[in-house]
């Protein structure tokens, strides 16, 4: 079974300052997707970031980018620019893209980053 | 607008009673998920279903239960045998497929107490 873990229960950063949070992840498969999402007071989680384990180039949402290490199983996420609106939670998530495979299509997530912004 | 909604927001039972949780998708996503987030923590699986009459049992299934009679919809049963059912409860969607990474979205929630 795959497991994700984040080992930073929680972060904190300056507004305008850049901050990376760490995901490690353990899988014996070749083929999967990685994703951040972000839960926000409101409990609503909201997709940040993906990243398909195929592809080297590490990918990149305006101010959000990931770090992709796929040998050493590290997807970390860094945000750069701090808003006060990306306090909230962040989960990273693993999903199998081995079709036929017991974990197909679901999600395992870490047990999630709170990141605190000061003003 | 397309997207998933559940119903209600906040839901109080007393312990004894079995309660159902709605989740609705306009998305026309074939795959449904419930899982449960407890203070602090990450979300737990705990059925899904990739097509209409289908699902599977997730991680922690016990004292749950579902259907999957429409696309549209995949409600949660929380049963009397479900030992701690105070929890956030989450609802989400997918299309499914091999060739993209079809990622989930997820409802507002439902916040189940019981007393």
């Known amino acids: 079974a795959q497991t994700v873990t984040q080992s930073q229960p929680e972060m904190s950063v300056q507004e305008a300052e850049t901050v990376t949070l760490s995901c490690t992840y353990d899988?014996?498969?070749?083929?999967?997707?990685l994703f951040w999402y972000k839960q926000p007071p409101s409990r609503q989680m909201i997709l940040v970031i993906r990243?398909?384990?195929?592809?080297?180039q590490n990918a990149t949402e305006n101010r959000f980018s990931v770090n992709f290490q796929k040998a050493a199983k590290s997807f970390s996420l860094k945000i750069s620019d701090s808003q006060l609106g990306d306090a909230a939670m962040y989960f990273c998530?693993?999903?199998?893209?081995?079709?036929?495979?017991?974990?197909?299509?679901?999600?395992?997530f870490g047990q999630g980053t709170i990141l605190t912004v000061h003003p | 607008d397309g997207g998933i909604t559940q119903s209600p927001k906040y839901l109080f039972r007393k312990e004894g009673q079995n309660v159902t949780l709605s989740c609705e998708q306009n998305?026309?996503?074939?795959?449904m998920y419930w899982y449960r987030q407890d203070p602090g923590q990450g979300l737990r699986l705990i059925y899904y279903?990739?097509?209409?009459?289908?699902?599977q049992k997730g991680d922690i299934a016990e004292g749950y239960s579902v259907s999957r009679e429409k696309k549209e919809s995949f409600p949660l049963t929380v049963t009397s045998a479900q030992k701690n059912p105070t929890a956030f409860y989450l609802c989400?969607?997918?299309?499914?497929?091999?060739?993209?990474?079809?990622?989930?979205?997820f409802g507002p929630g439902t916040r189940l107490t019981v007393t």
């Open positions: 279903s990739q097509i209409v009459n289908d699902f």
């Open positions: 998530a693993y999903r199998s893209a081995e079709l036929g495979g017991t974990s197909y299509g679901k999600l395992t």
């Open positions: 990243q398909e384990a195929y592809k080297q």
């Open positions: 998305l026309n996503h074939d795959a």
């Open positions: 899988t014996s498969e070749s083929d999967y997707y």
């Open positions: 989400a969607s997918s299309l499914t497929g091999t060739s993209a990474p079809y990622e989930q979205y």
